[in-house]
């Protein structure tokens, strides 16, 4: 089992839909990444995060460090969102371990 | 700009040659890293530098060998080339406790 599994590993949305992805991991960490790639291949760090919430435009993210959980939302979703959603977690280290990713289709 | 740029984006060889790849960042950043992406789009780290000293090597066949010639490169060369090692590989870089920033990604493909 991973140390870091992602739900679901798939998903289909209609444009403008709510969208949730979460994260679990078993390891003891010190940050957590969510990561974007797009079709092209390039991997963008969405947001690095130890505790709480933050925001950035429509993209929420969360932690829950004593229950070990994550969650990604995309609020007022739109087809240039489709992409890979990767969650990541760094356990006391530069080491990054990581999920197998969400792949996220929005469509008009 | 580009912050974090490697090259070649493709690389196509022969199982058995020796190659490599390069990276440059110009963030400034202390800390860079090679990941691998594989056939299943699964990411693993491969190595990670910090100052030009080796921190992480994470069970790496020693056909790769990064090198650092300073805080800003660190090149990927990998010798002897198998066809597992077919695959994407990312370098990316970091100031330590803040977010990754990765290159545009080399796909290699061994024949």
């Known amino acids: 089992k991973n140390e870091v599994e992602q739900s679901p590993q798939n998903l289909t949305a209609q444009e403008g839909e709510f969208i949730t992805i979460n994260c679990s991991y078993s390891v003891g960490i010190s940050a957590l990444h969510w990561l974007q790639q797009h079709p092209g291949g390039g991997i963008v760090s969405l947001f690095m995060?130890?505790?709480g919430k933050k925001k950035h435009g429509r993209l929420i993210a969360t932690i829950n460090i004593q229950e070990k959980h994550s969650s990604l939302h995309i609020t007022a979703s739109h087809p240039r969102d489709s992409a890979v959603y990767i969650c990541a977690v760094s356990p006391g280290t530069d080491k990054l371990i990581f999920g197998t990713g969400t792949r996220l289709q929005v469509f008009p | 700009d580009t912050a974090v740029s490697q090259t070649p984006k493709y690389l196509v060889t022969q199982m058995g040659n020796d190659k490599s790849i390069k990276c440059e960042q110009n963030?400034?950043?202390?800390?860079m890293y090679w990941y691998k992406q594989d056939s299943k789009k699964f990411l693993k780290i491969m190595f990670s530098y910090n100052n030009k000293e080796l921190i992480i090597n994470e069970t790496v066949p020693n056909r790769f060998s990064p090198k650092s010639p300073d805080k800003a490169h660190l090149n990927l060369h990998i010798n002897s080339l198998e066809l597992g090692d077919s695959a994407v590989y990312f370098c990316?870089?970091?100031?330590?406790?803040?977010?990754?920033?990765f290159g545009s990604g080399t796909q290699l493909s061994v024949l």
């Open positions: 963030l400034g950043h202390d800390t």
């Open positions: 995060l130890s505790s």
């Open positions: 990316a870089s970091s100031q330590v406790g803040e977010k990754l920033f």
